[in-house]
T-cell receptor, first 114, second 115 residues
Framework: AQTVTQSQPEMSVQEAETVTLSCTYD???????LFWYKQPPSRQMILVIR??????QNATENRFSVNFQKAAKSFSLKISDSQLGDTAMYFC???????????FGQGTRLTINP | DTGVSQDPRHKITKRGQNVTFRCDPI?????LYWYRQTLGQGPEFLTY????????KSRLLSDRFSAERPKGSFSTLEIQRTEQGDSAMYLC?????????????FGPGTRLTVL
């Protein structure tokens, strides 16, 4: 079974700094999808960024980018120029190509301080 | 275009009672998912539907849990004889089959507290 591990339970940075959240996963599949979701306090989960494993190029969405290392099974999220609104729980998630369910990590609580 | 909606947002019940939650997916999304999230943890998959067919159920979905999606639109999740261990946030998500990545969009959740 696939597993997703986020080794940083909590992180805290100052506004405008860059922060990197770590995620590793375990799978025997070659094709799959990886996601980062953001869950602000008392608000619903929203998709931040996604990566297809067959694409070598790292995904980027404005201030958010990933460092996808397929051989190392690592999928980290970098947030540049962090903003107060980035404060949230961040979840890394895996989906196998033939599967429908998402497998989530335990989450990283990110706090952006003014 | 409205997002995924869930009702109720909060439910407090006594142990042994039955509860039912509703999820309305994004229109034209033919896949619908239920997840459970306990405090401080990531969501765990419970079950999913493609149109009205329930295609996969997790081992977490005990006999006391039942989910339906009778017309391929909204879905209900019922928990019978609730236990304190059922206290959690129940999340619904939907996706479109034709999307290459089949990205799932989540609703706000129903927070269940079993006393």
């Amino acid at each position: 079974a696939q597993t997703v591990t986020q080794s940083q339970p909590e992180m805290s940075v100052q506004e405008a700094e860059t922060v990197t959240l770590s995620c590793t996963y375990d799978t025997s599949e070659n094709n799959y999808y990886l996601f980062w979701y953001k869950q602000p306090p008392s608000r619903q989960m929203i998709l931040v960024i996604r990566q297809e494993a067959y694409k070598q190029q790292n995904a980027t969405e404005n201030r958010f980018s990933v460092n996808f290392q397929k051989a190392a099974k690592s999928f980290s999220l970098k947030i540049s120029d962090s903003q107060l609104g980035d404060t949230a729980m961040y979840f890394c998630a895996f989906r196998g190509q033939g599967a429908q369910k998402l497998v989530f990590g335990q989450g990283t609580r990110l706090t952006i301080n003014p | 275009d409205t997002g995924v909606s869930q009702d109720p947002r909060h439910k407090i019940t006594k142990r042994g009672q039955n509860v039912t939650f509703r999820c309305d997916p994004i229109s034209e999304h033919n896949r619908l998912y239920w997840y459970r999230q306990t405090l401080g943890q990531g969501p765990e998959f419970l079950t999913y539907f493609q149109n009205e067919a329930q295609l996969e159920k997790s081992r977490l979905l005990s006999d006391r849990f039942s989910a339906e999606r009778p017309k391929g639109s909204f879905s209900t999740l019922e928990i019978q004889r609730t236990e304190q261990g059922d206290s959690a946030m129940y999340l619904c998500a939907s996706s479109r089959l034709t999307s290459l990545t089949d990205t799932q969009y989540f609703g706000p959740g129903t927070r269940l507290t079993v006393l």
